[in-house]
T-cell receptor
Framework: TQLLEQSPQFLSIQEGENLTVYCNSS?????LQWYRQEPGEGPVLLVT?????EVKKLKRLTFQFGDARKDSSLHITAAQPGDTGLYLC?????????????FGQGTILTVHP | NAGVTQTPKFQVLKTGQSMTLQCAQD?????MYWYRQDPGMGLRLIYY???????DKGEVPNGYNVSRLNKREFSLRLESAAPSQTSVYFC???????????FGPGTRLTVT
């Protein structure tokens, strides 16, 4: 079973600060996704990265996939209270694991006004 | 489009009781999934169905059974509920078996 380690597990910051969340593994993945989940709801996909070294931007969010496709980061610039939520990375190993996603344990982000 | 719908939203069971969680999607997706979410453990895959007529075990299948009734519906059954199955259960669907998944709102299950 591939493991995805997310850090930090909790993050509490003030509005306007920048932050980075990390997702690391010893396994190589064919693709990696980031989801955001609000209380009482299901996760919502933010981005999928598939190429080593790939960088994607979604407004104030920047996602990077490591060159070796073993790790990823999510950077938020000038965080806002609306960014509060649980951020999950998820990866697919491909091959015999085709169709199965492995999720990290999540990072709970709280942005204070 | 309703996306992925799940019923019920909340359920309390006594140990040993059985129940079926229902999931339906209206996006014509081929693949469907059942996850459980526990504090500090992210989402763990219980079972998945890559296409209509097929089902496969995920990471934590013990104590559960599934049925892919048709392309739209994928149900999860607990035959004899145990307190360890207290969790939030999410159904998801995907147009492909590798990329993006779309989640339902979840079922919060408590087994006493």
């Amino acid at each position: 079973t591939q493991l995805l380690e997310q850090s930090p597990q909790f993050l509490s910051i003030q509005e306007g600060e920048n932050l980075t969340v990390y997702c690391n593994s010893s396994s190589v993945f064919s693709s990696l996704q980031w989801y955001r989940q609000e209380p009482g709801e299901g996760p919502v996909l933010l981005v999928t990265v598939v190429t080593g070294g790939e960088v994607k931007k979604l407004k104030r969010l920047t996602f990077q996939f490591g060159d070796a496709r073993k790790d990823s980061s999510l950077h938020i610039t000038a965080a806002q209270p609306g960014d509060t939520g649980l951020y999950l990375c998820a990866a697919n190993a491909g091959g015999t694991s085709y169709g199965k996603l492995t999720f990290g344990q999540g990072t709970i982000l709280t942005v204070h006004p | 489009n309703a996306g992925v719908t799940q019923t019920p939203k909340f359920q309390v069971l006594k140990t040993g009781q059985s129940m079926t969680l229902q999931c339906a999607q209206d996006m014509n997706h081929n693949s469907m999934y059942w996850y459980r979410q526990d504090p500090g453990m992210g989402l763990r895959l219980i079972y998945y169905s890559a296409s209509e007529g097929t089902t496969d075990k995920g990471e934590v299948p013990n104590g559960y059974n599934v049925s892919r009734l048709n392309k739209r519906e994928f149900s999860l059954r607990l035959e004899s509920a145990a307190p360890s199955q207290t969790s939030v259960y999410f159904c998801a669907s995907s147009p492909r078996t590798v990329y993006e998944q779309y989640f339902g709102p979840g079922t919060r299950l408590t087994v006493t």
